[in-house]
């Protein structure tokens, strides 16, 4: 069980992470800051956004690509963690 809580923590905070970088890029002046934590943001979620850029065709002023992550990573969630509790249970 502390398995499938961890699990599904890790996939919740990444949620977080990647919904914090969909608002600070509202604020054009906060998301080309050096700050550390949206360095930090930029680093964790830009791995997971950019294939995702690239499959998709140019949008001008607008990135769907966080709300594609977004979705997929609950769908991959929910599979992860019943795969778990049919594993482990």
């Known amino acids: ?6 699990v599904n923590s890790v ?4 949620g977080l992470i990647m ?3 969909v ?7 906060l998301d080309r800051s050096a700050h550390p934590v949206v360095v930090f943001l930029h680093q964790a ?8 850029r690239n499959v ?3 949008m001008p002023e607008i990135d769907i690509s966080p709300a594609i992550v977004l979705v997929l ?17």
């Open 11 to 14: 996939f919740q905070i990444y």
């Open 56 to 58: 998709l065709p140019p």
């Open 19 to 21: 919904l914090a970088r």
């Open 23 to 29: 608002l600070i890029s509202w604020f054009t002046d």
């Open 45 to 52: 979620t830009e791995p997971v956004l950019r294939p995702v």
């Open 1 to 6: 069980m502390i398995i499938i809580r961890l």
């Open 73 to 89: 990573l609950v769908f991959v969630q929910q599979m992860v963690v019943r795969l778990l509790y049919v594993l482990l249970l």
